[in-house]
């Protein structure tokens, strides 16, 4: 099975405390045999896109689901996520990490794998939160 995931990163490459929409990067990783690579890095131009009426708007929020979408990414990895959690859970599976290194990252996505193959083979859309630190949890988008 073939998974395309989007880390959302500083320009550095690391992740940090932001959502995902406020990323300056989307590194695209593969997933397939076994192993995790990354396949391209994209600026997210949308990150100045105008948030002045609402936080989290739904006009940005559409927009960068359609960027992944072209891309065929199934996983968005973030250390958190916004107020449109709910609308990006309806397209792909929202995971919550405490690492900000992508190598990190990539080991313990790879050592969980299991549980995110289950969650797409089961669902289509409305796909729950994982939160990933020593182990995985799995809840309900609110």
Same mark, same amino acid.
Not at 57 to 72: P, Q, Y
Not at 100 to 115: A, F, G, M, P, S
């Given at each position: #099975?073939?998974?395309?995931?989007?880390? %959302?990163?500083?320009?550095?490459?690391?992740?940090?405390?932001?959502?995902?929409?406020? %990323?300056?990067?989307?590194?695209?990783?593969?997933?397939?045999?076994?192993?995790?690579?990354?396949?391209?890095? $994209?600026?997210?131009?949308?990150?100045? #896109?105008?948030?002045?009426?609402?936080?989290?708007?739904?006009?940005?929020?559409? %927009?960068?689901?359609?960027?992944?979408?072209?891309?065929?990414?199934?996983?968005?990895?973030? #250390?958190?996520?916004?107020?449109?959690?709910?609308?990006?859970?309806?397209?792909?599976?929202?995971?919550?990490?405490?690492?900000?290194?992508?190598?990190?990252?990539?080991?313990?996505?790879?050592?969980?794998?299991?549980?995110?193959?289950?969650? $797409?083979?089961?669902?289509?859309?409305?796909? #729950?939160?994982?939160?990933?630190?020593?182990?995985?949890?799995?809840? %309900?988008?609110?």
């Amino acid at each position: #099975m073939k998974i395309n995931f989007a880390f %959302a990163l500083n320009n550095e490459k690391m992740f940090e405390k932001k959502h995902f929409g406020e %990323a300056e990067l989307y590194a695209i990783y593969t997933y397939e045999k076994g192993e995790l690579k990354h396949s391209e890095t $994209l600026p997210n131009s949308f990150i100045s #896109m105008t948030e002045e009426k609402v936080h989290g708007s739904k006009e940005k929020g559409d %927009a960068i689901i359609t960027l992944l979408k072209e891309r065929n990414v199934s996983v968005l990895v973030s #250390m958190q996520f916004g107020k449109n959690i709910k609308m990006v859970s309806q397209h792909f599976i929202p995971v919550i990490i405490d690492e900000d290194r992508t190598d990190q990252v990539v080991e313990i996505i790879v050592r969980n794998i299991k549980w995110i193959k289950d969650e $797409l083979k089961n669902r289509n859309s409305g796909f #729950m939160l994982f939160r990933i630190k020593t182990g995985i949890l799995k809840t %309900a988008v609110e």
